[in-house]
């Protein structure tokens, strides 16, 4: 008998995202290249320049100048890269709570991390749910759960 080992990256090959968005807020007591490095570092180096942000300019509350950067990622090479990096650098203990609460980050055939852009200016991904990174994984089929843990997202 011979054992065939599937990566989670053979997932990949079988065009299982379809496509990633990210978003990220810049309020008026952050600088906005900052925010952007902050972002560009969860980012695969690879694919850094090949992702074009779009700036919207919004206001606050009381007025204060929001600034909304947004992109949509649909090349597969940059796709695979993307989730790859993000598996792999996701600690431990958030892979967990993902996986016990899998039903509150997805829906309908998509994935909603939010990320902590303190951390991951610092090199580090982290799950937050204040003034995060927020990253929409969108894949082809609905049923996710499994794909999720064989691309190692999820435990």
């Known amino acids: 008998m011979t054992l065939s080992l599937v990566g989670p990256w053979e997932l990949q090959a079988r065009n299982v995202v379809a496509y990633v968005d990210i978003r990220v807020f810049s309020h008026a007591t952050e600088d906005e290249a900052k925010v952007?490095?902050?972002v560009k570092k969860i980012l695969p180096s690879a694919c850094v320049d090949a992702i074009v942000f779009e700036k919207h300019v919004l206001s606050g509350h009381h007025g204060n100048?929001?600034?909304f950067f947004d992109a949509r990622v649909k090349d597969k090479?940059?796709?695979k890269a993307m989730v790859e990096r993000i598996a792999m650098h996701l600690n431990t203990l958030d892979k967990?709570?993902?996986?016990?609460?899998f039903g509150e980050y997805s829906e309908k055939g998509s994935l909603y991390l939010r990320l902590d852009k303190q951390a991951a200016f610092e090199d580090e991904f982290k799950l937050a749910q204040v003034d995060p990174i927020r990253i929409h994984v969108r894949f082809k089929k609905r049923d996710i759960?499994?794909?999720c843990k064989e691309l190692g997202l999820i435990s």
């Open 145 to 147: 759960t499994e794909i």
């Open 36 to 38: 952007m490095e902050a």
């Open 96 to 101: 967990e709570t993902l996986s016990r609460h």
């Open 77 to 79: 090479e940059t796709l």
């Open 65 to 67: 100048p929001i600034v």
